[in-house]
């Protein structure tokens, strides 16, 4: 273990990806989250790494090869667009599109999520925090969509199984937005236990209806606050996961639920962040070794992403 139990990975073609001018998710993101760990001394506390790339074999573990393919096409055909004199955007829905960019960005951010579980198997560190662009929890086995390419989160989490021996992870998902990417992926697979609350009914409308057995999902209509969260959360993510005994966990951390964030209506601050960490940490101090993944998706308030991961941040590191 080093001095730092915590890492925090990240890469630099993190920042290079961008889908347009005005896109909330943006490269300044990731700007804001780095000058409040910086200014306000967290990131001393952190082990910081440089994300690698995922391979594709390690991208297929949860992704259709002709989904990984038809990207790295996309990235070519967009070469050559950009070479005629044409737009250096190419979209693949009104909300997702790839610069020259993406392709490199989107392999280190899910190589961010497999080299965080590398250093925790081995005990490096406890836990790790991914500061990474583009987010994940939206892709789906054969699809991009809603700012996502890969499943970041659900590539680590097959990759932890597979590569690791694990025989169950549980994935905690507290974005605003419903992780259907990841339910795709994952549903029906009971090594994995995935526990989510949404905003609904809201973007991807879905969620309402598990797919599976190992997903319990909390659709919140808006306006909900951290105080009801906390409650529901406790009721009913506490006890699945106590059960089901994860020998390592994965977060996808959004934070447009801040009560701050455009993009969502519901209700928390960074205290209830802070506070819905230290139940995860609970949890894997108890039954997992203390070992947790988390991954950045949403949160477009950029002060609001600041602090709140500040928040998160403090509490996997015990400052
Ligand atoms: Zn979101």
Redesign the pocket.
């Known amino acids: 273990m080093s001095a730092n139990k915590t890492g925090y990975f990240s890469h630099p073609s993190c920042r290079k990806h961008e889908m347009g001018p005005g896109h909330p998710e943006c490269p300044e993101r990731l700007d804001a989250i780095d000058d409040r760990l910086l200014v306000t001394g967290v990131a001393d506390a952190l082990d910081r790494r440089e994300a690698p790339q995922a391979s594709l074999a390690d991208l297929e573990l949860a992704h259709d090869r002709m989904h990984v393919a038809a990207l790295r096409g996309l990235r070519e055909s967009l070469e050559e667009q950009i070479a005629a004199g044409g737009s250096p955007y190419a979209a693949i829905d009104p909300d997702t599109a790839i610069n020259p960019y993406t392709w490199d960005a989107a392999l280190h951010a899910a190589g961010a999520a497999l080299a965080a579980t590398d250093a925790v198997m081995a005990g490096e560190i406890e836990n790790a925090f991914c500061a990474v662009r583009p987010p994940g929890h939206h892709a789906c086995r054969g699809r991009a969509m809603g700012f996502c390419f890969f499943n970041n989160v659900a590539v680590a989490a097959r990759y932890a199984l597979a590569r690791h021996g694990l025989k169950r992870v549980a994935i905690v998902d507290f974005?605003?937005?419903h992780g259907n990417g990841t339910e795709d992926i994952l549903a029906g697979d009971p090594r994995v236990l995935m526990v989510g609350f949404f905003q609904h009914p809201f973007y991807p409308y879905s969620g309402d209806a598990p797919a599976g057995d190992n997903m319990l999902n909390l659709p919140v209509p808006a306006y909900t606050r951290g105080m009801e969260i906390r409650e529901l959360i406790e009721t009913y993510w506490m006890p699945r996961l106590e059960a089901f005994r994860p020998e390592m966990l994965f977060i996808s951390a959004?934070f447009?639920a801040h009560r701050d964030d455009d993009?969502g209506q519901l209700g928390l601050t960074e205290q209830d962040y802070a506070w819905i960490t230290g139940r995860i940490k609970d949890v894997a101090r108890r039954h997992a070794r203390g070992r947790i993944v988390s991954s950045l998706?949403?949160g477009y308030n950029l002060d609001a992403l600041g602090r709140s991961v500040e928040a998160h941040v403090r509490v996997l590191a015990d400052l």
């Open positions: 974005d605003v937005h959004g447009d993009l998706e949403g």
